[in-house]
């Protein structure tokens, strides 16, 4: 129940095209639902977020579409750019039995190559 | 843009042998977090910290895994005696409650290698 699970695994999307990754939770306790940038050899980035209580948050080339029933998530990246080829990865926020600290539970990560 | 740094960028060390990360997390957060990566696989969290305590750990976390905040900056992961499979980037990680569930900050992490 604390998955969440992510496709594809890779994805090959030519400049300027659009880029789809979706994700799906089970637990309804999540109740934040970001994506992450990681380049090589580096952190996971907080590129957008969205609560369950909106259907889509858009940030520049960003989007982020939500169905609550469905319990799906997925990030559009529109005009995809060779700079955008990295590992994007889903993750669903919850606070702890204890209250306190937030646990991010991440997807299985999304490569994705933007050919020039 | 404050920043988490993690110390070193990649250690090498042999089975059996401990190893200590280290981390600064933003000084303003107060929780604390690692996380792990297996190379080519997700990022699975390991333990929070708050209030100078462990707050939560996960599975992962058994006896060989401890973490400190041995004075007001730094934020430590100890490995007792490693695994071959404990090798994976080690990622350091610090929020702040005030600004709401997008508050986490990752560093760039420690890629631990045990041979």
């Known amino acids: 129940q604390q998955q969440v699970k992510q496709s594809p695994q890779s994805l090959i999307v030519q400049k300027g095209g659009i880029s789809i990754i979706n994700c799906a939770y089970e637990?309804?306790?999540?109740?934040?639902f970001p994506w992450y940038q990681q380049f090589p050899g580096k952190g996971p980035a907080l590129l957008i977020a969205i609560r369950p209580d909106v259907s889509e948050k858009k940030e520049g080339r960003f989007t982020i579409s939500f169905n609550k029933s469905a319990k799906q998530f997925s990030l559009h990246i529109m005009d995809s750019q060779p700079g955008d080829s990295a590992t994007y990865f889903c993750?669903?926020?919850?606070?702890?039995?204890?209250?306190?600290?937030?646990?991010?539970?991440f997807g299985s990560g999304t490569q994705l190559t933007v050919l020039p | 843009e404050p920043e988490v740094t993690q110390t070193p960028s990649h250690q090498v060390t042999q089975m059996g042998q401990e190893v200590i990360l280290r981390c600064v997390p933003i000084s303003n957060h107060l929780y604390f977090y690692w996380y792990r990566q297996i190379l080519g696989q997700k990022v699975e969290f390991l333990v929070s910290?708050?209030?100078?305590?462990?707050?939560?750990k996960s599975e992962i976390f058994d006896d060989q895994f401890s973490v400190e905040r041995p004075d007001g900056s730094n934020f430590t992961l100890k490995i007792r005696s490693t695994k071959l499979e404990d090798s994976a980037m080690y990622f350091c990680?610090?929020?702040?409650?005030?600004?709401?569930?997008?508050?986490?900050?990752f560093g760039s992490g420690t890629r631990l290698t045990v041979v």
């Open positions: 637990n309804t306790a999540f109740d934040y």
């Open positions: 990680a610090s929020s702040d409650p005030g600004q709401g569930a997008g508050g986490y900050t």
């Open positions: 993750a669903a926020s919850r606070f702890f039995s204890s209250g306190s600290a937030r646990q991010l539970t």
């Open positions: 910290f708050y209030n100078n305590e462990i707050s939560e």
